[in-house]
């Protein structure tokens, strides 16, 4: 019911932020929890942040706890994570999802931090 589009993924060197976009195809999004999850080589899929539906509620992995924020603009319809300070264990493809109990998924981008 919800396509999800992320973007902004890309090479950048360690230090260097980042700013992802999730860009929902109905305004259906507002009504919904976001988070965005990562996967890199070899690895399970991971949490990396949420934010609930009015956005006053966040929540962080601790890997990237102060690094990372996560955010919203619903009537754009989309969700965003800016990412600052990165490191190489950083780089992985970063999915956006939505959707009762996460079912709406992204394609996923790339990122890759280089040392």
């Known amino acids: 019911q919800v396509q999800l589009v992320e973007s902004g993924g890309g090479l950048v060197q360690a230090g260097g932020s980042l700013r992802l976009s999730c860009a929902a195809s109905?305004?259906?999004?507002?009504?919904?929890?976001m988070g965005w999850f990562r996967q890199a080589p070899g690895k399970e899929r991971e949490f990396v942040a949420s934010?609930?539906?009015?956005?006053?509620?966040?929540n962080y992995a601790d890997s990237v706890k102060g690094r990372f924020t996560i955010s919203r603009d619903n009537p754009k319809n989309t969700g965003y994570l800016q990412m600052n300070s990165l490191k190489p264990e950083d780089t992985a493809v970063y999915y956006c999802?939505?959707?009762?109990?996460?079912?709406?998924w992204g394609q996923g981008t790339q990122v890759t931090v280089s040392s």
């Open positions: 934010i609930n539906w009015s956005a006053d509620v966040t």
């Open positions: 999802t939505t959707g009762p109990q996460y079912i709406y």
């Open positions: 109905a305004r259906t999004f507002r009504t919904y929890a």
